[in-house]
Every structure is written in structure tokens, then in C-alpha cells.
């Protein structure tokens, strides 16, 4: 591999964060280079480093969210903590934060403060429900944004609904919020002023909920809940083979006439007028189902599969956690590394994104605390230091 230089190299981003969105965010822009300096609080940090405590000892969020960072212990209501917080900003390129409503302005961290004289300052705030609005001060889960967003209405069966698996919300808001970090830097680059950026988990959801939305604007109704199928796709669901399961999602009238035609023989049934287009077959998707599932329950899993990969049919197959941590996809494009932590080694998968001149690095998951002393000492605070700088003296934020 040519070795180039990482994207973010040489640019500093302060993060106040705790839970999902947030570290999400600063992890992706230390994947790219940046160094980031996470500011926690002693009594515990961040507090999804008590979530669990499945990775030898480490909670599985940390361990996924926070590589690559460097553990900074402030308090941030004492003077000298305040200071120091300050000072390392005024270094940095981006601060980051996702706390309440109100916080960042009453230990004067706010951007009009901090950009008066740093005007160059990128400012990320992540909020639950936006800065402004009736709902601005509201708790705000991942859980509740989904139910608020309309996301939990349209996902599990008729008879339940539920949330999604992983923190879908969480995810969004910080993948945003890195985004717009990178356009922030690329205009400042051009113009040397930076910004003030407001992502808001709610908004997140509601862009992510895409065509149900559009569907309720301009059809007037909801999008029902349909477990693995589509409300507007078909055939588009899990179907019984031989000896399991398998998914297949035809999205256009071509990908119908391959499964029909190439897969199962049956050529007669591309242009039946029941399922000869997707409209008709959303139509008519029960006996569309029945036909489809006719067919598959003759197959093994592993065949069909084959044969719909052969005929250019989109299809997969319904993996546990076990399964993808042995995925042949992963081992085969070698995207497992070690990742050290104050308990050992332990795997992480690469990030996405793929440069092919440049790996991006997996840096070291931080001890509560683990450079505090490094970082301050850069800010000339030392052993000395006054006596009100406590920094094991953390307040909530």
C-alpha cells in the first residue's frame, strides 16, 4: 500500500461527549487523523463506560465509540477548569459537544464566547430535539427520538412495534455531525472562517424516514408495519427453504423476470398480469408471496442462495451476531485489526470508509483519565498548578 497522509492530519478537535452521538462523531474524525481530546468527568467519565462490561472488563459501547481519543479529566464549574477547557480550545480546529440545552453557556463554552476571538472555530452542537422549539429541553434517548420521529410506527410487524436493534438515531446524528464537520473545514480552507453547526437527533430521524414520510404528505396514510417486507416493493421478505430461510428483494421488473424465469423456470409468470409489475405485485402480494415461497421451500439455503447470486436476483441471508463476527466478507477483505485498551488487545472492524493510498488507524481506546497530565501539561499546568484546579472534582454536564 502507498502510504499517504491521513485526511485530518494535523487538526485538533475537543470533544465534551458522553453516550452515542457524540463520541460517534469524534471517532470518526480521529479514523481520519484528527487528534481528539475527550473531556470527562472523573466519578465514571463518560457514562457509557458503565453500560456494560462485556469487552474483559470494558463496556462494548467505549470500546466501539471512543478509539483513537485522549481521555481529558476537567472540572468544568471550578475556575482552573474552566480555564484549561478554554485554553485547549483555543488550540483546537472543532470542539464538539453533546450536552443539554444551556450547559455549554453557563461554563462559558458556547460558540458566540469561544468564536469572539477565534472566529476560524468550528462549533458542533448535538442536541435532542434542536436549539430552539417546545421540545428543545426535553430528554432526549435514542428509544423516545425513534417514537417522536415516526421511525418505531413504521418498524416491527402488525401486531408489535419496535425500535431498531442498534441506536439508529444516535448513529445518524453523529454521522451528520462528522459530515458537517468536513464541509466546515473544507469552506474554512477557502475562507478562514469557520461555523457553528446545530444536528439535532429528531431531524435525523425524520430525514431518515424517507419515503413513509413522503408516503403520509402526498398519499395521506401511514406506512404500515411489515416486519422483513416493503411496503412498496414485491416480492420483498424472508422465504422458507428446504432447511431455512432466505431474503430476497426484487426491486424492478427485471430482477422478477430473472427469478422467475432464470431461477425458477417458470418464464410464463413475467408478464402474468398479476406480477408482471411491481405495482401489480404490491397489488397482488399475497398470492405474489405464495408463488415466490412455492418455489423456494424446494431449495437448500446455500443453493439458492448461489443460484440467485448466478441469475443477478438480490438476495442474502438472515446471519446472527456469530455469524457476522465470521463472516467471510470481513475475513476475506482482511478488515479485522487489534485495537489496544487498558485491558489488552482486543478486534475492531476498519472504518468504512476506505482510502487506497492510506489506512485510516484504529488508535487506542483511553483509560479514564489516561492523559490528563500530558494534556494539561501542554497548557502549562502542571503538579504545581493552583490549588483550586481539582480535577477529580468533575461536575455533571
Known amino acids: 500500500m502507498t502510504v499517504g497522509e491521513l485526511p485530518l492530519a494535523g487538526m485538533t478537535v475537543v470533544a465534551l461527549e458522553q453516550a452515542v452521538a457524540g463520541p460517534l462523531a469524534s471517532r470518526h ?15 465514571g467519565g463518560d457514562f457509557a463506560r458503565g453500560y456494560d462490561d462485556v469487552v474483559r472488563g470494558i463496556a462494548s459501547h467505549f470500546v466501539w465509540l471512543n478509539r483513537g481519543k485522549e481521555s ?69 434517548y435514542d428509544m423516545l427520538i425513534q417514537a417522536e420521529s415516526g421511525m418505531v410506527a413504521v418498524t416491527g410487524t402488525p401486531q408489535t412495534a419496535t425500535k431498531t436493534g442498534v441506536p439508529t438515531v444516535d448513529i445518524g446524528a453523529g454521522v451528520y455531525a462528522a459530515m458537517s464537520v468536513l464541509g466546515a473545514l473544507v469552506r474554512r480552507a477557502r475562507t478562514g472562517v469557520g461555523a457553528v453547526i446545530d444536528v439535532s ?83 397482488n402480494r399475497a398470492e405474489c408471496d405464495m408463488l415466490v415461497a412455492d418455489f423456494t421451500r424446494q431449495w ?22 456469530a455469524e457476522v463476527v465470521e463472516h467471510p466478507q470481513l475475513s476475506a477483505r482482511d478488515r479485522w485489526r487489534s485495537v489496544r485498551t487498558e485491558v489488552g488487545e482486543v478486534r475492531g472492524v476498519l472504518p468504512p470508509m476506505t482510502f487506497r493510498d492510506v489506512e485510516l488507524p484504529m488508535g487506542p481506546v483511553p483509560a479514564l483519565g489516561e492523559h490528563t497530565r500530558a494534556v494539561l501539561a501542554e497548557l502549562g499546568i502542571h503538579d504545581d498548578a493552583p490549588s483550586e484546579f481539582r480535577p477529580e472534582e468533575i461536575a455533571d454536564v
Not at 474524525?29 to 466519578?43: F, M, N, Q, S
Not at 429528531?202 to 416493503?230: C, I, K, N, T
Open 29 to 43: 474524525l480521529a479514523d481520519l487523523g484528527a487528534r481528539v481530546v475527550k473531556i470527562e468527568r472523573p466519578d
Open 72 to 140: 481529558l479529566v476537567l472540572d468544568l464549574k471550578s475556575a482552573a477548569g474552566a480555564r484549561a477547557a478554554r485554553a485547549l480550545i483555543a488550540r483546537a480546529d472543532v470542539f464538539l459537544h453533546n450536552t443539554a440545552p444551556g450547559v455549554v453557556e453557563r461554563l462559558g463554552l458556547d460558540a458566540e464566547t469561544l468564536r469572539a476571538d477565534q472566529p476560524e472555530l468550528v462549533v458542533v452542537n448535538i442536541s435532542g430535539y434542536g436549539r430552539t422549539g417546545p421540545r428543545r429541553d426535553r430528554k432526549a
Open 201 to 283: 437527533m429528531f431531524d435525523a430521524a425524520v430525514e431518515w424516514m424517507g419515503h413513509p414520510l413522503y408516503m403520509q404528505l402526498y398519499g395521506g396514510r401511514q406506512v404500515p408495519r411489515m416486519g422483513l417486507s416493503h411496503a412498496a416493493i414485491a416480492p420483498y421478505d424472508a422465504y422458507p427453504t428446504a432447511d431455512g430461510q432466505i431474503l430476497i428483494g426484487v426491486q424492478n421488473d427485471r430482477g422478477w423476470r430473472a427469478l422467475v424465469g432464470a431461477v425458477f423456470g417458470k418464464p410464463e409468470y413475467a408478464d402474468d398480469p398479476r406480477f408482471a409489475t411491481n405495482v401489480a405485485r404490491v397489488a
Open 300 to 321: 437448500a439455503t446455500a443453493d439458492l442462495d448461489q443460484a440467485l447470486a448466478d441469475a443477478g436476483v438480490p438476495a442474502g441471508q438472515l446471519n446472527g451476531t
